[in-house]
DNA sequence: TGCGAATTGGAAACCGGTGTCATGGTTTCA
DNA sequence: TGAAACCATGACACCGGTTTCCAATTCGCA
């Protein structure tokens, strides 16, 4: 009646040692893949570890370097498919690797928030952490990090920090074809859903805006612009006071694609229909995009692939360089935008 | 010129055992709580280390007590509020402890899942998993932890496993207050798409469902059932069939969300109008059941406090027992369901 | 052939904790 | 009063790796 449930004991570094006839340390040169260790050597010491399915431990290893294989992911992000989506594209990158995912959602508007982020890090001794908006535009927060010496990377889209910390998106471009789009259909008087102020991001998309509206001449006014805070009620709210304006605007971009669809429920409410009456643009290319009615036209952040790159930043600095990873977002043409009706 | 690039060197159990004159052993006695130890050395061990600022090293425990302390979550959801809300409830829970969660998303369709996961446990030797549905269906996933020694809750509707690793949330009873709704409204014909065949949830929702139907006396027959897998493209095909029945079911139960509101799309095909030409449930209170329009009656899983309960379970298992945790789901009213025309 | 340099491998210390067992002092009970 | 039981505490090995330092071997070149 032996314990069936203890741990299966896995073979360690001394059982690799012995069984090729080798010290540890040489061992674990082969792991290192240190360059001063004869071809047949190696050899014959990968053979036993793949006989034996080694592993070595990364709490060991972790100990010994002083400092250990967990990348963390800090995200305050009300939205859930963006955060899934880049944590799929960072275990992509780390999928080969010894990394392992930590992920830590942190509350920004929690005073103590720096604190809890701090005493995370020190407890956990992370490798480094990825940051998402838009707590990555907290300059404080990357200031823990340093403090720590902790790696870092930030997602945003703008010089936040020194290019090898940052991966960015051009969200401001990216509005530009948005609007472009519209004009291309024939719209002229288009409404703009602002995020909250204070967010780089929504500071982004509306210069982003502005451009291109200043580049068609377009008609503009403070009635063509109302703030939400990216959640969907208040893009119901903000789409509201666009749609009262005279004469309305014939399409909306919002700055996500909550509010998009919050503004929807807003043209809904009034007995408009969608593209018919209001044409709309949303960005982010959440899965709600997708799903409401009609689908919605969209930017489309290459999310996974920024993910996988900041990843790889954090784990090799060295390699990634100095540049800042800059990434081209796309619009998604679906079925929420139509020539006006005139 | 010193090297601030270093990182600031925290104090160990060494340094606190030296300031408070006690041996290390003892200083590892105050963190772990051990009760043979006279209050008054306590007293000033802890004064130390609250002083330095100590931290134990989760690395150096882990690797000694032959387990780390990280939490795994395993999951292949294609629902990403759902799995964020689970990470919120566990985070919760594992708030004040030495605890972090890595979360590992895993294809179940892959032919290797399962090699992948044993080798995931095997090389980062977590404390346990938590398994989502659908894979914590799966009964040789939960064999694998059981062979690595890894701790594993499930979380699911049924009799997976002991109840030792469990945590349950009664979708069944939860179809029959929809059911129950439905007629209340006067609703008599109603369809069902049912979820994949081999989902224990797919199937919990089903018997419930029939359950209703029966106590109720509703006709019933093959053509008031289609089957979808949980995809929002599925539950426009499995409604579209529904809708050909004649007569036409004036209410359709979808076993989850995406699928009624595929349901809600395949509708406005036809030309219906929701509520007033058909009725409509959905299952899980996700984010999308909230943004589409009409607002979708849904059923609500109590899914933060579940994950709650199954993170405690884990870190804790004597404490918890071994009674599964089973949870009460709700119906939550909005504005998709409306009495039938007659 | 001889000698220093370069290559390769090993012994032992170390990272920061926990486990085992021994120690000395106090209390309890016969 | 002595033995046994029972604390609280400490010494030391150990977890599984990496690193430092040194020894042994091979190699190049005079």
Redesign the interface.
Known sequence: MADE????Q?PTINDVARLSGVSKKTVSRVINRSPLLSAETRKRVESVIAQLGY?P????R??AM???F?IGLLHDNPN??M???F??GV?EAIRET?F??????VDRHSPDMLDNVR?FL????LWGVLILPPISENPALAQVCR????GYVLMGSAKLDEPAHLVESNDREAVGKAVDYLVSQGHRRIGLIVGPNGFRSAQERREGFLEAVARHKLPFGPELVAQGNYT?DTGVAAAGRLLEAAPRPTAIFASND?MA?GA??AA?QREMEVPRDLSLIGFDDT??A????PPLTTVRWPIVSMARAAALKLINPAEAGDQPSRFLSDLVRRASVAPPLT
Chains 1, 2 share one sequence.
Request: hydrophobic share 40%; with cysteine; glycine share 6%.
């Open positions: 449930r203890k741990r299966e896995q592993v431990n990364p709490q060991a972790g100990l002083g400092r250990n967990l859930a498919q955060v899934l989506n944590q799929e275990l010894e392992a995912l930590v992920v830590r959602p005493s020190e407890q956990q001794r403090d720590l010496g902790c969907f909550e669809a929807l429920h809904r899965a709600i997708a799903h409401i009615w």
